[in-house]
């Protein structure tokens, strides 16, 4: 079995005039939800064998948050491909992930994070600022991860400065 979370970068700051998408850092209400949501994912005990991340100014913070509350040792991989990415580009980037991964943490945006949990079928609604979905393979290669062998687990909602699981 493989396991895939799904993290979107919490809140952001307003963009200021000629400001690159790329270079947007976390609004300080973004850093401290970025907190809350490793906190809670300690809380979990989930233990990534491989953080992914987009290398957005937004995405590199909460990779670093989450990567240090988690007790990542790793080095965090921050791929490219992941900023402004079509859902093959993502699908590509987990599918070729080595087998010796069964967990990975995947930071990234949206449109492309919503339309990765439509495409596999498993989430049909806007990931929004902070929420990180868990999902499921029914498979042991990356390669072989597709929306027949996904399943749902939950997500987790920032609301009110506490989780909502479903």
């Known amino acids: 079995m493989k396991t895939l979370y799904i993290m979107r970068h919490p809140h952001k700051e307003v963009a200021k ?3 690159d998408d790329f270079d947007i850092k976390l609004s300080p209400e973004g850093i401290e939800e970025a907190k809350k ?15 992914v991340a987009s290398p957005a100014n937004r995405t590199r913070e909460t990779a670093e948050i989450v990567s240090e509350i988690l007790n990542y040792e790793k080095n965090v991989m921050y791929n490219e491909v992941l900023f ?11 599918s070729y992930t080595f087998d010796t991964v069964n ?7 949206n449109p492309s994070l ?18 990180v979905i868990k999902i499921e ?4 290669s990356w390669i072989d991860i597709s929306k027949e062998n996904a399943r749902f687990i939950w997500i987790e909602k920032p609301i009110y400065n506490n989780f909502l699981k479903i």
Do not use: W
């Open 103 to 109: 967990e990975m943490l995947l930071i990234g945006h």
């Open 37 to 51: 949501v490793a906190q809670n994912l300690h809380s979990l005990n989930i233990k990534p064998d491989l953080i």
């Open 114 to 131: 919503t339309a990765l949990t439509i495409t596999l079928n498993v989430y049909r609604e806007e990931i929004k600022p902070g929420e």
């Open 84 to 94: 402004q990415a079509y859902v093959n580009e993502l699908m590509e980037t987990i």
């Open 17 to 19: 005039p000629n400001q």
């Open 137 to 140: 393979f029914d498979t042991t």
